[in-house]
Each structure stands twice: as structure tokens, then as C-alpha cells.
T-cell receptor
Framework: DAGVTQSPTHLIKTRGQQVTLRCSPKSGHDTVSWYQQALGQGPQFIFQYYEEEERQRGNFPDRFSGHQFPNYSSELNVNALLLGDSALYLC?????????????FGPGTRLTVL | GENVEQHPSTLSVQEGDSAVIKCTYSDSASNYFPWYKQELGKGPQLIIDIRSNVGEKKDQRIAVTLNKTAKHFSLHITETQPEDSAVYFC?????????????FGTGTRLLVSP
């Protein structure tokens, strides 16, 4: 079992650009959540996807958008990048059919905005 | 919304000692409390979790306790080893969000010296 995988590992962009990050969930998982982790902080919830729909969103602007594909993989898109978007972006997947839904994280994508 | 506070921010112990990390949460309806270990350059790894209908849970050298009345939960690591050195995060799942959003604490950097 490969676990949760994310690509790319690192990314450098300039202000105003757009970026797409990718996530493949753990085998058998159908729910994907995205988190932003600033340096020295805990992860902050961005949004969650289930059945190809965004079903919950944290306090992030509309510049942050996502998508889930029929194979449960997911993308996170960020438009009009700001310096403050520099962070580790984490994807977490959850298995179906559990009330409490343990979340298993991938290694993250380190985004640097210059 | 839910707020999770975590203490201490740093903890240094000698190998073989015990380590305790404490968290408090604000939403009395939260019902799921996972703990994650994050090593440098990696994503958070789920190490133990507890549901609101349980007061204590153990897994080898790791235990978690939950006091619902006081809205406290704690991670206990016994017989610490140098490989336990990492950043540990507590989290809570607020029920009023309806789904599986996790709210994280700010992390505790644990250093175990040989």
C-alpha cells in the first residue's frame, strides 16, 4: 500500500501566478481533505472533497479551489498567489463507512512564493 | 468555532523518561481527538486517537487520556527513545461542522536526549 501520495514535492512560484497541487489517496479511501501548514504552525483546514463535491470549507478565500476525480484523486488550485501562501500543503485521505474518519496525511507539497 | 490550545511548545527529556503533552478544546460537542507525530520534512503521522465515549486508550508506550468535563486531553509517552523526537500535534473534530474537519493545536517539539 503506497499510502497518500502528493506531487510535486517542492514548488517555487512568483506572486500572481497560479499553482496546481495533486494528491492520490490511500487505497480504499474515498474522502480527501486539504490543509495548509505554515512554518511552525499546526495544519489549517482548507476544504474536503467527497463524491467529487466540495462538502466542507475552512476560512480560505475563493482563490483556493479544488477538484476530486472519479478515482478519488484530488487537485488543489491556488490563483493569484500571495507571499503569504508560502506553506506546506497537506492532503489527507479518509476511509469510507466510519463515523470518526481517521485522516491519513501525505508528505505534503512545499510551496514557496517569491 | 473550535479552538485547540496545546502545551508545552517545547519539551526536552532524557531517554527513558516520560513525556506528557496537554491540550484543551473549546467546543464541548467535539467527539474525536487524534494525535499526530510529524518528523522533519514529512507529513503528520497518526499515532493514536480517542473518541469521546472513552476516557483512556493505550498502545504500547503511548497513551491518551480524555477529560470531557474539563475539555482536556493529554498524550503520555513512557520510556522515551531518541526516535520519539519530533513535533507532536493534537487535534479535535468539532461536531457542529457536520463532517470530518480537524482543528489542530500549535504543536509540541519533543527532544529526547540519549
Amino acid at each position: 500500500d503506497a499510502g497518500v501520495t502528493q506531487s510535486p514535492t517542492h514548488l517555487i512560484k512568483t506572486r500572481g501566478q497560479q499553482v496546481t497541487l495533486r494528491c492520490s489517496p490511500k487505497s480504499g479511501h474515498d474522502t480527501v481533505s486539504w490543509y495548509q501548514q505554515a512554518l511552525g504552525q499546526g495544519p489549517q483546514f482548507i476544504f474536503q472533497y467527497y463524491e467529487e463535491e466540495e462538502r466542507q470549507r475552512g476560512n480560505f478565500p475563493d482563490r483556493f479551489s479544488g477538484h476530486q476525480f472519479p478515482n478519488y484523486s484530488s487537485e488543489l488550485n491556488v490563483n493569484a498567489l500571495l507571499l503569504g501562501d508560502s506553506a506546506l500543503y497537506l492532503c489527507a485521505s479518509s476511509p469510507p463507512g466510519q463515523d470518526y474518519n481517521e485522516q491519513f496525511f501525505g508528505p505534503g507539497t512545499r510551496l514557496t512564493v517569491l | 468555532g473550535e479552538n485547540v490550545e496545546q502545551h508545552p511548545s517545547t519539551l526536552s527529556v532524557q531517554e527513558g523518561d516520560s513525556a506528557v503533552i496537554k491540550c484543551t478544546y473549546s467546543d464541548s460537542a467535539s467527539n474525536y481527538f487524534p494525535w499526530y507525530k510529524q518528523e522533519l520534512g514529512k507529513g503528520p503521522q497518526l499515532i493514536i486517537d480517542i473518541r469521546s465515549n472513552v476516557g483512556e486508550k493505550k498502545d504500547q508506550r503511548i497513551a491518551v487520556t480524555l477529560n470531557k468535563t474539563a475539555k482536556h486531553f493529554s498524550l503520555h509517552i513512557t520510556e522515551t527513545q531518541p526516535e520519539d523526537s519530533a513535533v507532536y500535534f493534537c487535534a479535535a473534530r468539532p461536531m457542529n461542522t457536520g463532517f470530518q474537519k480537524l482543528v489542530f493545536g500549535t504543536g509540541t517539539r519533543l527532544l529526547v536526549s540519549p
